[in-house]
């Protein structure tokens, strides 16, 4: 198993990145957290990112896609977060991409052909609670005549507000089940501000009627593909934390180099190298974890949710560690805006608790590998 990018790997991540330099910097991040902007997002960048195929990446040629694989598509969003680009790729690509991929009949699959060129956007709803606990979930989907009836509350929706749709996980029959609910005006959606300034959102279905077409895959049969989505969805934003890890420690390597005090270069003092190369052996293990994970989905490996978990858990603490150490050796002006450290911090923390924070993975990891 290779614990490296390959040739074709490190070329569409060199395309990720020639792009995202020239069109979504962390400039553009600025300007859209300025703007308040609802969706928080570009749409026309947006657009031109599914022109160049990254909505495709990992699906199957037999569906429309390019079958590159997820280092591919790994290192696409290790681009991302190097740049803070905000974008819908997490949440409609990767977790509802999946889902259609794993459970889709042939007239849901249109779904996911308007996902991978862009046309359209589906948000998973599946935490009720402020913290990660997907198989807690109270929703409830009830039948009616010629469909089913929706009842429960969602909340941080990851791009929740104004998508195409939602798949929403609900208890049907006792068990859980998936179903896509298009958007509506029945569907009360209300923004939820983090401090990352993303898109996010709580929504709340009272009594909301399904055509029967609305039920992904057969019903109380979800839990597998749901865990799958999840897991990819957790590598994909393990490796976007990789990025912004990485982009925040080259900052701060590049500030001691810079920044005097007492005459000197700060970056001569011994004290700060030794917690340098710490943060740098650490960055390196934590991207061992990441790429180990990513050739372990393109390989279906047996122990592949258990190496999400670690990636997860790993790229969680080394960026708690090396963004703590950016803001100590910045000093004061390290939390000011005038400087993008305390934006990455912020997209950071968020990225850290999404889809499970430090306590869920390593309880994860433990549960998985007893």
Not at 79 to 92: D, I, N, V
Not at 159 to 176: H, L, M, T
Request: glycine share 8%.
């Amino acid at each position: 198993m290779s614990m490296v990018y390959s040739e074709d790997d490190r070329m569409l991540a060199d395309t990720a990145e020639e792009f995202l330099a020239a069109q979504s910097p962390v400039s553009a991040q600025r300007a859209l957290r300025d703007s308040e902007d609802p969706l928080n997002f570009d749409p026309e960048i947006w657009q031109q990112m599914m022109e160049l195929g990254w909505g495709a990446i990992t699906f199957p040629e037999a569906l429309g896609g390019l079958e590159f694989g997820y280092k591919g598509l790994g290192a696409v969003f290790e681009a991302m977060g190097k740049h803070l680009s905000a974008s819908p790729m997490l949440s409609s690509v990767v977790l509802c991409g999946s889902l259609l991929e794993q459970l889709a009949d042939e007239t849901q699959q249109d779904w996911l052909s308007a996902i991978m060129t862009g046309e359209k956007r589906l948000a998973l709803a599946v935490d009720e609670q402020a913290r990660h606990k997907p198989e807690v979930i109270e929703t409830q989907v009830t039948d009616q005549e010629d469909g089913f009836l929706l009842h429960g509350q969602k909340t941080m929706v990851i791009d929740g507000v104004s998508p195409d749709g939602w798949i929403v996980a609900a208890k049907y029959q006792g068990n859980v089940s998936l179903f896509i609910v298009p958007f509506s005006t029945q569907v009360k959606v209300s923004r939820v501000k983090l401090i990352d300034s993303r898109n996010y959102a709580n929504l709340t279905f009272d009594n909301i009627t399904l055509p029967s077409s609305a039920l992904l895959g057969k019903a109380g049969d979800a839990s597998n593909a749901l865990d799958k989505a999840l897991d990819l969805g957790r590598l994909c934003l393990s490796s976007e934390l990789l990025g912004a890890t990485k982009a925040i420690f080259a900052m701060t390597v590049e500030y001691l180099q810079v920044r005097e005090q007492f005459a000197v270069k700060i970056g001569t003092f011994q004290a700060l190298q030794h917690r340098a190369a710490k943060c740098f052996i650490e960055l390196e293990l934590a991207q061992s974890t990441v790429i180990s994970a990513l050739s372990k989905a393109d390989n279906k490996a047996e122990d592949f949710a258990a190496s999400v978990s670690l990636a997860k858990w790993k790229l969680s603490k080394v960026a708690d560690l090396i963004s703590g150490e950016a803001i100590q050796m910045h000093g004061g002006i390290g939390v000011t805006d005038e400087l993008d450290v305390g934006l990455y911090l912020k997209r950071i923390r968020v990225a850290q608790m999404k889809l499970g924070d430090i306590d869920f993975h390593q309880a994860r990891y433990v549960q998985l590998t007893a």
